[in-house]
């Protein structure tokens, strides 16, 4: 089946640690998007990439890091700098980074920090 | 980007006909207009996307003035399971496009 996949569901850290959430995608999609989610918030882009080895920070990048080494695949990295990282993370993709081009969503990833 | 303003919340019944409305005074000339449906704990899934007129397909329709200041979803015989979160975006047809969500409209269809 064609998708797009995060893992995991739900995610527990300790404050002042490092986590990496995970993102791949088998639709041979040129961009992909991480999203941030609070609660009875909208979605709040943190940072997109259009094509392998490249990518543009969002509204909100600050205290968050990612990599686009392969097509497929779209990594972010919440790091102790983001100073509230409890949060719904959404990532997306889409064939371009267009706005005719629906955008597909994972499941999302539940990361509570303590 | 043009910016859009949405109702926050909205109730409605089973079977009734719903009707969002999104304003997007300021659209540009190439802008379209996009609509995604969000239920809690899971990502938006993309509805309906139109430039003018009426766009129709199996889940909704979409009606778009001939102005173009403003659009509406309009979501035929709701049932409980349509409840959820409705974003309205509207971008550029051509260059880069950033999607930006807004808090969209929370709709809740009672029994």
């Known amino acids: 089946d064609g998708g797009i996949t995060q893992s995991p569901k739900y995610l527990f850290r300790k404050e002042g640690q490092n986590v990496t959430l995970s993102c791949e995608q088998n639709?041979?999609?040129?961009?992909m998007y991480w999203y941030r989610q609070d609660p009875g918030q909208g979605l709040r882009l943190i940072y997109y990439s259009q094509i392998v080895n490249d990518f543009q920070k969002g509204d909100i990048a600050e205290g968050y890091s990612v990599s686009r080494e392969k097509k497929e695949s779209f990594p972010l990295t919440v790091t102790s700098a983001q100073k509230n990282p409890t949060a719904f993370y959404l990532c997306?993709?889409?064939?371009?980074?267009?706005?005719?081009?629906?955008?597909?969503f994972g499941p999302g990833t539940r990361l509570t920090v303590t | 980007l043009a910016k859009t303003t949405q109702p926050i919340s909205m109730d409605s019944y089973e079977g009734q006909e719903v009707n969002i409305t999104c304003s997007h005074n300021n659209i540009a000339t190439n802008d379209y207009i996009t609509w995604y449906q969000q239920f809690p704990s899971q990502g938006p899934r993309f509805i309906i996307q139109g430039y003018k007129t009426k766009v129709t397909n199996e889940v909704a329709s979409l009606f778009i003035p001939a102005d173009r200041k403003s659009s509406t979803l309009s979501l035929p015989r709701v049932s409980l399971s349509d409840t959820a979160v409705y974003y309205c975006?509207?971008?550029?047809?051509?260059?880069?496009?950033?999607?930006?969500f807004g808090r969209g409209t929370s709709l809740i269809v009672h029994p």
């Open positions: 975006l509207v971008g550029l047809s051509g260059g880069s496009y950033i999607p930006t």
């Open positions: 639709l041979n999609h040129d961009a």
């Open positions: 997306a993709s889409s064939g371009r980074a267009v706005v005719f081009d629906e955008q597909y």
